[in-house]
């Protein structure tokens, strides 16, 4: 079992950034993935990482450039750098921890509490 615990997220304008942070404790062989929600939507796919020395990373298309993920195993830490918000990306954004690289929701089995993320105009 993977427990996950997120921070980072706030208020913000747009054109401004924000890291977001997600402790991991327990297995830390795991893909990490980002994904955001919006309130009545699905959660949607942000970015994922593979474990390794080589990690396999993923964006979706929409992000075109502005955030990276990346991850300290030595802290057990994953982040997200979020570049150039825009009102748009307002939405929770939720840590997640699964065993196979996917860009699906079902795929992971882990999920912290989310952190809000709010961009103004």
């Known amino acids: 079992q993977v427990q996950l615990v997120e921070s980072g997220g706030g208020l913000v304008q747009a054109g401004t950034s924000l890291r977001l942070s997600c402790a991991a404790s327990?297995?830390?062989?795991?893909?990490m993935g980002w994904f955001r929600q919006f309130p009545g939507k699905e959660r949607e796919i942000v970015a994922f990482?593979?474990?390794?020395?080589?990690?396999?990373?993923y964006y979706a298309n929409w992000i075109q450039g502005r955030f990276t993920i990346s991850r300290d195993n030595a802290k057990n830490t994953v982040y997200l750098q979020m570049n150039s918000l825009r009102p748009e990306d307002t939405a929770v954004y939720y840590c997640?921890?699964?065993?196979?690289?996917?860009?699906?929701?079902?795929?992971?089995?882990?999920w912290g509490q989310g952190t809000q993320v709010t961009v103004s105009s």
């Open positions: 990482i593979s474990a390794g020395s080589k990690a396999v990373t």
């Open positions: 327990g297995r830390t062989t795991d893909v």
């Open positions: 997640a921890a699964g065993r196979t690289i996917s860009s699906r929701p079902g795929e992971y089995s882990n």
